[in-house]
Structures are given as C-alpha cells and as structure tokens.
C-alpha cells in the first residue's frame, strides 16, 4: 500500500501546475486506498487479488486502468479491473496479467508475466503520469514517454509487455 500512496506528488506541485487546492487534494486522495469489508482474500499469494478483494480502490485511477471492487471468473480469466472498456484479467492458467477484448475476452495486451511485477510497473508508470500531469514539456516529450514506457516494460518483465506500456502512457 505505501508504494501505492507514494504516487501522487506533493500538493504544492499540483496547485504551482494551476489545478487548486481541491484537485490536488482529490488526485492525492485517490491513492490513499483503505481496508474494505470485503473479507478474507481469494488469494493471499496473489498481490492483485488480494489487494482488490482486502482494499476499497474505487478512487484509484493510473492512467486508463482503473480497479473493480470484487472479482469476476470468465473463462480462465479473474477480472480484476478495466483499461478503459476493455478488462484488466489474471489468467488463472499463467498467472499473466493481460487485458481482455470486453466483446469476447480475447487478450488485447499482455502487462506482465505476474501480479508483483505488474504492479511494480503500474506504480512507476503511475509516477510517471503524475508528473506529466504538472509538466507540459514532459507531457508533450514523445521521446521521454517512450523512454518511459520502455523501462516499465522491463520492469513487468521484458519486452514482449511493450506495447501495453506504451498504449499506458501515450507512447505513438
């Protein structure tokens, strides 16, 4: 949770960058994710599970993916949250994180080979976003972003989660 809340810049940054006390309160608010009353987690050794199912992540956006407050079962996939329409899934064969077609539940990306790693590159993509949000030259660095989505690639282990990363952060 703390890598979570370690996202948002500090609200001096947000309201130098022109977005006021109240919209640097409510973007610094969203990642400060708190215990649901869900109840015992699905699966404890998986870091997404748990954290859909153990915490309320209803104000939690990083980019395009936002989280679901339960789990869904389609298939082989455990629905997690969505990338705009379509579905942020676990596959319960790999362990994969990939995103699922909302029309038929074809993967669309491929994030990360596991959760841990996923949300490793989520959070420094989420870093990232962040400060393009305050800085209109980085905003606007095709160069810096693809850099960007580059590492977070790495981070979620290689190069084949490339294109995900770059569609997270703008990356054309």
């Known amino acids: 949770m703390s890598e979570l809340r370690s996202i948002p810049l500090d609200k001096a940054v947000y309201m130098a960058a022109g977005i006021g006390l109240q919209g640097a309160e409510k ?4 990642y400060q994710v708190s215990r649901s009353n869900a109840g015992k987690a699905y699966d404890e050794s998986n870091s997404l599970i748990h954290l859909v199912q153990m915490y309320d992540l ?3 956006e990083i980019g395009m993916i936002s989280f679901s407050s339960s789990i869904e079962h389609q298939g082989d996939l455990i629905i997690i ?5 379509d579905f942020l899934c676990i596959s319960q064969i790999t362990k994969e994180i990939v995103i699922a077609s909302f029309e038929d539940y074809s993967t669309i990306y491929r994030c990360s080979p596991n959760s841990d790693l996923f949300l490793e590159a989520l959070i420094a993509a989420g870093r990232f976003l962040e400060r393009c949000s305050v800085d209109n030259e980085l905003y606007n660095n095709q160069v810096l972003i693809c850099n960007q989505a580059e590492l977070c690639a790495e981070i979620a282990g290689g190069n084949k989660y490339l294109n995900f ?4 952060l703008g990356c054309f």
Not at 81 to 85: H, I, L, R, S, T
Not at 165 to 168: A, F, G, N
């Open 27 to 30: 973007r610094i608010n969203s």
């Open 58 to 60: 209803s104000r939690l």
């Open 165 to 168: 990363y770059k569609t997270l």
């Open 81 to 85: 949250g969505k990338f705009e329409a």
